[in-house]
């Protein structure tokens, strides 16, 4: 065969390119064997649009329609790694479902997810396709996520899918003693991946991580 630079890598199927993406967040600082395992399960083409699925195990976000993204993997390996470090989270809440790839993600390794989006087609998209999928220990409202979902809470982790400025005050306060939120934190299109834990007495400690790019959390339903 010719090589050539327009020569064209034939398409992998869906398995072997989910290994390969599985190999790629390895050498990029997804360590977690527990968060390797669920993206190597969690079928990442089911959640994209016909026209998008030759692009699903790139490592990149991916437009979802609505003007929003299905998160990067990497990002999603990073941010569920760093939830369940240090202590067994049974309950965790995720605003900004999307596509709902996030969710299954969490629900591998999880036994309770509760996922908030405020945009309806988004919503009963993510219902139908985590039900197709078969997962049936997450949870779904229609609603603005910055109130947290208080019916629910204490979570034992708290993942924010989408940037803001602050940090909401009603999502830390639906944080149980020792839990987790994990959010990006600053304006729109670059933020600063940060971690609070909630200590035993209530006080919360704040560290920062990566820089990272995503939506902007939104108030309101749509
Ligand atoms: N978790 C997704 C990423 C979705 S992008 C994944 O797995 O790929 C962020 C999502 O947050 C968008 O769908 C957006 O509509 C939603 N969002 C923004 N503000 C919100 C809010 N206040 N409450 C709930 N969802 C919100």
Known sequence: MIASKH????PLLPDSARRRLVDDLRGQGVTDERV??????VPRHEFVSE???????ENTALPIGQAQTI????VVGLMTQTLIADAPRKRVLEVGTGCGYQAAVLAEIINSVFTIERI???SMQARETLRRLGYQNIIFQY???MSGWPGHSPYDGILVTAGAPEIPQALTAQLAAGGRLVMPLGGSGAQRLVVIDKQADGRLQR???SGVSFVP???GKA
Do not use: C, E
């Not at 020569?7 to 034939?10: F, H, I, K, L, M």
């Not at 390797?36 to 399960?41: E, K, S, T």
């Not at 026209?51 to 195990?57: I, K, S, T």
């Open 71 to 74: 998160s990067q993997p990497l």
């Open 143 to 145: 609603g603005d996520g």
């Open 120 to 122: 309806k087609v988004l």
């Open 7 to 10: 020569a064209t890598r034939a």
């Open 207 to 209: 560290r920062d991580l």
């Open 217 to 219: 959390l939104v108030a």
């Open 36 to 41: 390797l395992a669920a993206i190597g399960r």
């Open 51 to 57: 026209g998008m699925r030759w692009r699903a195990y």
